[in-house]
Structures are given as C-alpha cells and as structure tokens.
Nanobody, 123 residues
Framework: QVQLVESGGGLVQAGGSLRLSCAASQGTFSRYNMGWFRQAPGKEREFVGY???????YHADSVKGRFAISRDNAKNTVHLQMNSLRPEDTAIYYC?????????????????WGQGTQVTVSS
C-alpha cells in the first residue's frame, strides 16, 4: 500500500506557474502508474494527466502544452508542472496511484489517493 501527499499548491495570477509535487511513502513507488486529477467546486473530478511506471505521459486536451507530468523514482515523487495558468484551472489537485492498469483517464481505476492541494488562479 502506498501513501500519497501532495504539496505546492497556492494562489497565482493568470499566466503564472506552479509546480505540484506528490510524495509517496510505503510500497514500491516505481511499480505504480501515477495520475493527476482535479476537482473544482460543484464539478466532477476531472482527469489532468498520467505517467506510467516507465515514464510515458499523457495529458488531457485542456492542459496539453501547458502542464507536464514527470516522476523521480529515486525520490518517490511525481510532479505536475503547470504553466500559463488560467482561472479555469482553479481546483483541488489530487495525485493518485494504480497498479491495476497501465494507463487510464478514469478515476475509478486508481487505487490510492492523496488528500489534495488547492490551486487558485486569479484573473
């Protein structure tokens, strides 16, 4: 079982950047495929992107070209670099881990979740 803790959220102006981190403890981090999701008030949880255990990445169209996921297996950490932020990116961001599937954009396929970190983008 892996435990996940996100950090790096905060308040930023539109056009700015933030880098979220997700630290994993317990379990073998390198075997997990990792995802990032977000949830805005009153909206359903939304897929942001994933990175497989081998480093293959995929990002949602809404963030493609602006966000980038990376991982450092030696440090048991996955990152979400967010550039050119927009007010509509405001949400709680969650990282998640799964060893059930290699790639998935569905939240139900992810087994372990962090507590989330708030990102607020002002206009």
């Amino acid at each position: 079982q892996v435990q996940l803790v996100e950090s790096g959220g905060g308040l930023v102006q539109a056009g700015g950047s933030l880098r979220l981190s997700c630290a994993a403890s317990q379990g073998t981090f390198s075997r997990y495929n990792m995802g990032w999701f977000r949830q805005a008030p009153g909206k359903e949880r939304e897929f942001v992107g994933y990175i497989t255990w081998s480093g293959f990445t995929y990002h949602a169209d809404s963030v493609k070209g602006r966000f980038a996921i990376s991982r450092d297996n030696a440090k048991n950490t996955v990152h979400l670099q967010m550039n050119s932020l927009r007010p509509e990116d405001t949400a709680i961001y969650y990282c998640a881990a799964t060893d059930r599937v290699l790639t998935s954009i569905r939240a139900n396929d992810y087994v372990y979740w962090g507590q989330g970190t708030q990102v607020t983008v002002s206009s």
